[in-house]
């Protein structure tokens, strides 16, 4: 075992990213992540490494395009409405099969809304983002622990399948602090990078990284290969946690993040009131953990609850993966506001019928 730190997670994550071998990063300040690009900008060039704050969002996205196509590690990081403004970038990364490591710390929206803690920013991150037919892996810590150990994985992810992979986490996550423990990690078996546009290095032409094609039967091809890869990542990288599912329950909850956190303390709440309470963690929210609900489909009496900091986007991958087998419910807090165990036990009881 490691030597545990204590750090603020947005420091954590940047350090996690050093520690992942990341050679560049390009951000520009946005709270509530600014200290992450701080972070990177106090350590990476002491280490030899290449930290530019950019003068906007696209500009930041598009000098990670280029050192991603030159085959090195990078990394950007912002917060909702700074992606918003990365949105064109991480399509034309995603559409040239570019790897890098984009961190959104969400805010509360839409428009400027608030730095306090939000999950509004699900769609944004889940249905491409951006334009065109493409997605890309989004994990969802919970903790800084975790935060630590996607941003690390998120690097290799984001080499085997030469893509852009997203952690999105909220401003709680990313103010809060927690001991951290920088674990060796088993190494994953990584492609070389023979196709990155980085001189010709014995070969007789030049590589070219490009998202353009004007020829439909050509542009068809390519949408056609990105999605059997995205079938691929499904199949590999789908990443959950089933928390006291065993046997029959009452109603499953069903979060991510901070608010799985919140939701775990409830089950222990409503078990000393008679009521059985599982919870469905997904750890990637795309690809989406449809598996989990299957294997608890047939051991819940009333169904789900989607718990999230939105107005209700989460929900409807839920009901996409329960498919009308058993009821869905909702119970939401939106604005920075963060949901309260006891007000999430109220709204389980009025399904469940109260205490047993």
Not at 85 to 99: D, H, N, Q, R, T
Not at 220 to 247: D, V
Request: a negative charge; aromatic letters at 8%.
């Amino acid at each position: 075992m490691g030597e545990k730190v204590l750090m603020k997670g947005n420091e954590a994550i940047a350090e996690a990213a050093i520690r992942s071998g990341c050679e560049a990063f390009y951000g520009y300040p946005i709270t509530p992540q600014t200290e992450v690009s701080a972070y990177m900008a106090k350590k990476m060039p002491k280490i030899g490494k290449v930290f530019l704050q950019a003068e906007s969002e696209v500009a930041a996205i598009n000098m990670v395009y280029g050192a991603a196509g030159a085959g090195v590690r990078v990394m950007t990081s912002s917060s909702s409405p700074g992606i918003s403004l990365k949105a064109e970038g991480i399509s034309y990364i995603a559409g040239a099969e570019l790897p890098c490591v984009i961190i959104n710390i969400v805010r509360g929206g839409p428009g400027l809304g608030g730095i306090q803690p939000a999950q509004s920013d699900y769609f944004q991150a889940t249905k491409g983002g951006a334009h065109g037919d493409f997605k890309m892996p989004v994990y969802a810590p919970s903790s800084i622990q975790e935060m630590v150990d996607l941003v690390q994985e998120g690097f290799d992810v984001a080499d085997i399948y030469r893509t852009p992979v997203m952690v999105v986490g909220d401003g709680m996550l990313g103010q809060m602090m927690e001991p951290v423990e920088f674990k060796e990690r088993e190494q994953r078996e990584l492609p070389e990078k023979t196709w990155a546009a980085a001189g010709l290095n014995g070969r007789t032409q030049h590589n070219i990284i490009n998202s353009l094609f004007l020829k439909p039967e050509e542009l068809e091809e390519h949408n056609y290969k990105l999605a059997a890869k995205y079938q691929e990542i499904e199949k590999n990288e789908t990443k959950y946690e089933m928390f006291n599912c065993e046997g029959e329950t009452d109603l499953i909850m069903v979060a991510y993040g901070t608010t799985a956190r919140i939701c775990k303390n409830v089950v222990k709440m409503a078990e000393a009131e008679g009521i059985k309470l599982g919870l469905i963690r997904p750890i990637t929210i795309w690809p989406y953990p449809v598996e989990a609900f299957n294997k608890t489909i047939d051991n819940t009496k009333h169904g789900y609850i989607s718990v999230e900091m939105s107005c209700g986007q989460m929900i409807e991958d839920v009901r996409l993966s329960v498919e009308g087998r058993k009821p869905v419910h909702f119970y939401g807090r939106v604005g920075g506001m963060v949901p309260h165990p006891e007000d999430i036990l109220n709204k389980v009881k009025e399904i469940v019928g109260g205490a047993k």
